[in-house]
Nanobody, 124 residues
Framework: QVQLVESGGGSVQTGGSLRLSCAAS????????MGWFHQAPGKEREFVAG????????YYADFVKGRFTISRDNAKNTVFLQMNSLKPEDTAVYYC?????????????????WGQGTQVTVSS
């Protein structure tokens, strides 16, 4: 059974940092693209960042460029999202996802497996 488990969420003040992790089990995802999405209350889920199978290509939404960094450790079947200079508008539930091809997409329905999400709250 495939499972993605996010961790590392929490509450921070504006300007703070958090590092999210997403551990995959039940299958090796080293050949596939992975992504992070977030969903704020009352809003649709949206793309945050994505990474190719070997980490050679990374993609970011404009609103996180220069602040967030996505990375992965295929030996540990884990993907990370380092979030710096956090803003109140970053408050959301963050999800990791796997796309069963090696091409990052900004469309959530292109991803086949999802974690349960981890809450990030940034206070002003």
């Amino acid at each position: 059974q495939v499972q993605l488990v996010e961790s590392g969420g929490g509450s921070v003040q504006t300007g703070g940092s958090l590092r999210l992790s997403c551990a995959a089990s039940g299958r090796t995802f080293g050949s596939y693209a992975m992504g992070w999405f977030h969903q704020a209350p009352g809003k649709e889920r949206e793309f945050v960042a994505g990474i190719s199978w070997n980490g050679g290509n990374t993609y970011y939404a404009d609103f996180v460029k220069g602040r967030f960094t996505i990375s992965r450790d295929n030996a540990k079947n884990t993907v990370f999202l380092q979030m710096n200079s956090l803003k109140p508008e970053d408050t959301a539930v963050y999800y990791c996802a796997v796309r069963l091809v090696n091409r990052v997409s900004e469309i959530d329905r292109d991803y086949g497996y999802w974690g349960q999400g981890t809450q990030v709250t940034v206070s002003s």
